[in-house]
Each structure stands twice: as structure tokens, then as C-alpha cells.
T-cell receptor
Framework: NAGVTQTPKFRILKIGQSMTLQCTQD?????MYWYRQDPGMGLKLIYY???????DKGEVPNGYNVSRSTTEDFPLRLELAAPSQTSVYFC???????????FGPGTRLTVL | AQSVTQLDSHVSVSEGTPVLLRCNYS??????LFWYVQHPNKGLQLLLK??????LVKGINGFEAEFKKSETSFHLTKPSAHMSDAAEYFC?????????????FGSGTQLTVLP
């Protein structure tokens, strides 16, 4: 199993550009999550999904969109990048509520 | 609403000495609790989890944590620190009640291990 994979690993965007962060898991997990981690801070939940076709907002959803068309994939979309979105983004998955998440290696995004 | 407080932002120990990383939580329901470790420029790795079974939880790499409901604490310990333990550690609480399940992360404790 590859676990949770994320692409790209690094990206620099200009203000106003858009991009999609890819996340794939091969563990057949129903739950998937997107977090952001700002320097010196814990993780904050952006969006989560409890299964294909079902998504919901987390703590900091503004400026982001997600979709979940398959169990395996959970892409995160930034439509109009802003400097405040400079962060490290982690995707995670789990088999159920309270079981513990498996995290991807992260995507380091800089918006200039 | 749930919250997590990691009482120390930095902890420094000598190699071979015990490690104690402190965590207090607040949750309206019976929580699930986790400790994650993050090595520099790496993703998060699950160390251990508490999900209402035994209150003393054993994890990977010799780490343990004890759930104390009366103290609302979930401190992480290890009898003898190793250089490879140097990393950032996150205490996490999960609200498992209701449809809107969320993890709440503490702000992290940076562990330094001195030779």
C-alpha cells in the first residue's frame, strides 16, 4: 500500500492564480480530510468527506473547494490564491470515526 | 466545543532520560484522543490512540499515554529518550458524537533530545 499520496510536494503561486492539490489513498477509507498547518501552529481542518459524494466544511473552509467523486480521491481546489493561503497542506484518511488518521507527506504552498 | 491544550511548547531532555509531554483536553462527549509525531519536513505519524478501552495506551517506539478523565489529561511519556525522538508532537481530540466529526489539534510540543 502506498497509503496517502499528495501532489505536488511544493508549489509557488502568484496572487489570483488557481490550482488543485491532489490527494489519493489506496486503503479504501471512507473518511478523508484536508488540513493546513501554519508555522508554529497545529493543524486546522479545511474540509472533510465521509464518503464519495459527501463533503462538509471544517474550521477554515473559506477560499477552498473540494469534491469527492471516488473513494480514493479528494482534491482540494484554490480558486483565487491569496498570501494568507501560504501554508503546508496535509491530506488524511481514516476508516471511521475515532480510528486515527493516516496522513500524506504534505504540500508546501507559497503564494506571492 | 472541544479543545486541546499542550502545556509546553518546547521540552528538552537528555538522551536516556524520561520524556513527559503534557496535554489537557476539553470535550462535551466521550472523546477519542491521539498523539501524533512530526519529524522535520515529514508528514504526521500516529503514535497512539485512546478510544474508551484501556486507560493506559501503548504506542509505537516505546511511547505510552494515560487517559485521566478526572484530570482531563492525556500526557505522553517514554521511559528513556532516544536521539531519534527529537520531533514535534501533537495531541489531538476527536469528537465522536454526532454527524459533524472533527479533529482538534493542539499547538504542538517541540521535543529536543540532548546528547
Amino acid at each position: 500500500n502506498a497509503g496517502v499520496t499528495q501532489t505536488p510536494k511544493f508549489r509557488i503561486l502568484k496572487i489570483g492564480q488557481s490550482m488543485t492539490l491532489q490527494c489519493t489513498q489506496d486503503m479504501n477509507h471512507n473518511y478523508m480530510y484536508w488540513y493546513r498547518q501554519d508555522p508554529g501552529m497545529g493543524l486546522k481542518l479545511i474540509y472533510y468527506s465521509v464518503g464519495a459524494g459527501i463533503t462538509d466544511k471544517g474550521e477554515v473552509p473559506n477560499g477552498y473547494n473540494v469534491s469527492r467523486s471516488t473513494t480514493e480521491d479528494f482534491p482540494l481546489r484554490l480558486e483565487l490564491a491569496a498570501p494568507s493561503q501560504t501554508s503546508v497542506y496535509f491530506c488524511a484518511s481514516s476508516s471511521g470515526s475515532g480510528t486515527g488518521e493516516y496522513f500524506g507527506p504534505g504540500t508546501r504552498l507559497t503564494v506571492l | 466545543a472541544q479543545s486541546v491544550t499542550q502545556l509546553d511548547s518546547h521540552v528538552s531532555v537528555s538522551e536516556g532520560t524520561p520524556v513527559l509531554l503534557r496535554c489537557n483536553y476539553s470535550s462535551s462527549y466521550s472523546p477519542s484522543l491521539f498523539w501524533y509525531v512530526q519529524h522535520p519536513n515529514k508528514g504526521l505519524q500516529l503514535l497512539l490512540k485512546y478510544t474508551s478501552a484501556a486507560t493506559l495506551v501503548k504506542g509505537i517506539n516505546g511511547f505510552e499515554a494515560e487517559f485521566k478523565k478526572s484530570e482531563t489529561s492525556f500526557h505522553l511519556t517514554k521511559p528513556s529518550a532516544h536521539m531519534s525522538d527529537a520531533a514535534e508532537y501533537f495531541c489531538v481530540v476527536s469528537d465522536i458524537s454526532g454527524s459533524a466529526r472533527q479533529l482538534t489539534f493542539g499547538s504542538g510540543t517541540q521535543l529536543t533530545v540532548l546528547p
